[in-house]
T-cell receptor, first 110, second 114 residues
Framework: GQNIDQPTEMTATEGAIVQINCTYQTSGFNGLFWYQQHAGEAPTFLSYNVLDGLEEKGRFSSFLSRSKGYSYLLLKELQMKDSASYLCAVRADNDYKLSFGAGTTVTVRA | EAGVAQSPRYKIIEKRQSVAFWCNPISGHATLYWYQQILGQGPKLLIQFQNNGVVDDSQLPKDRFSAERLKGVDSTLKIQPAKLEDSAVYLC????????????FGPGTRLTVT
């Protein structure tokens, strides 16, 4: 089976930095994804890591360590619109199927 | 490029009734997924199609849920009879085999079973 853990909630101030951690134990590994989901809306793709290291995309960065079964999503220069749930998902094999964590609700305060 | 379309957006039914959801994936996307997302949880895969064939339906409660994708494009997901615990958002997603890894999600159907 797949086990994906991430914190339930995080709160941060506008302009600050927040790091959302994700640990996983899966039967295989073929990529880790981060999705953003605003309340009542569909998940939207943020990042994809398949090799160890940091991927930077504007204010968002994602890091992967395959040997540790660990990833984080870094959100910099937080804005109010970043208040959302952030979902960590792992693709265990080659058929594109994703297993999702329960999501981390980030609240950005003024 | 038009996104993944789903209908209806909201549905309220009583337990033991039946309900059907419809999904139209992004044009040309061969792989289609149905997920169930219960409030406060991440999406859980119910079924995966590639063209009109089922790739994985291991987590689909087959005694009450069914899904089809007859022409390899649109798909329907049916629940019959519904239970209270089926209250959730049902998300459809699609992937292009040529494009690789990203799944594109539709807006979802929020089902409330009373």
């Amino acid at each position: 089976g797949q086990n994906i853990d991430q914190p339930t909630e995080m709160t941060a101030t506008e302009g600050a930095i927040v790091q959302i951690n994700c640990t996983y134990q899966t039967s295989g590994f073929n990529g880790l994804f981060w999705y953003q989901q605003h309340a009542g809306e569909a998940p939207t793709f943020l990042s994809y890591n398949v090799l160890d290291g940091l991927e930077e995309k504007g204010r968002f960065s994602s890091f992967l360590s395959r040997s540790k079964g660990y990833s984080y999503l870094l959100l910099k220069e937080l804005q109010m619109k970043d208040s959302a749930s952030y979902l960590c998902a792992v693709r265990a094999d080659n058929d594109y199927k994703l297993s999702f964590g329960a999501g981390t609700t980030v609240t950005v305060r003024a | 490029e038009a996104g993944v379309a789903q209908s209806p957006r909201y549905k309220i039914i009583e337990k033991r009734q039946s309900v059907a959801f419809w999904c139209n994936p992004i044009s040309g996307h061969a792989t289609l997924y149905w997920y169930q997302q219960i409030l406060g949880q991440g999406p859980k895969l119910l079924i995966q199609f590639q063209n009109n064939g089922v790739v994985d339906d291991s987590q689909l409660p087959k005694d009450r849920f069914s899904a089809e994708r007859l022409k390899g494009v649109d798909s329907t997901l049916k629940i019959q009879p519904a239970k209270l615990e089926d209250s959730a958002v049902y998300l459809c997603a699609s992937t292009s085999l040529a494009g690789g890894y990203e799944q594109y999600f539709g807006p979802g159907t929020r089902l409330t079973v009373t």
